[in-house]
């Protein structure tokens, strides 16, 4: 069963369509890499993922159609916003162990094994130092790995990542990538990551989908392919939808 087919999808916002007539399949749990233009619609496809963008066509998620399946999607989608505010206060292993809130019951307090798979998941991100700052007292790029590991906590089988590497210095973007993708390899994830760091692709396995393409189709990662898209992407502007 593929992880994820979308066929035929249209959607955007109002009288405004960004997306016609996508059609692509996940076969096996994979990196993706979803490139394209200022406003092509990238953030747009993961909205329209995770519920938050009306849209015609079929989206099947490990099989089941995402119109029908709502509860059972939250445990198989894991999502990270390109902006994710917090407006109070809170110490930055407070804010990790929350990926574990679908596991939890109302009230329920975590434990410490739940800190202990917390402070794991800190370690493997290298930001084990910052677990008792304040997350709002954070750089941006810190936070960003924050956020990460609050999602890799959430451990669903699908992840889908919006910039995650945005505001990270080079060290922290190429650490990023071989994370996601090390992920992926070891521990049969799907991560689904909107991205303008093309160049960090060049060592990576797994597929590019060109949001900015007339009909986008997933290619695999090779220098050549990303490399060719990289000069499409450079040669042509991005043409605003009516
Ligand atoms: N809620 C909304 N209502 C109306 N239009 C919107 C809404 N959200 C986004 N748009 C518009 O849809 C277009 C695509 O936005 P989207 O965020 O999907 O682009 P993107 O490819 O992720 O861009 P970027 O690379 O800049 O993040 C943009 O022109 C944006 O202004």
Redesign the pocket.
Known sequence: MAVLEIKGLVAG??E?V?LRNLSFLVPEPAFVAII?H???????LLKTLTGQVPYQGQILVQGQPLKTTSGVLAQSLSYLP?KNNVAFPIKVRELVVMGLFRQKRLLEHYTAADYALTDDVLTRLHISHLSQRTFTQLSGGEQQLVWLAQLMLQNAPIALLD?PTQQLDVYHKKRVFDLMTSWVHHEQKTVLC?T?DLLNLLPLQGYLLN?SHPSPTLEVITPQTVLAQQQFLEERQHA?SK
Do not use: A, C, M, V
């Open positions: 916002y109002d405004r960004l394209g200022n406003g092509s619609g990238k953030s747009t390109q910039e909107i303008h949001i605003p």
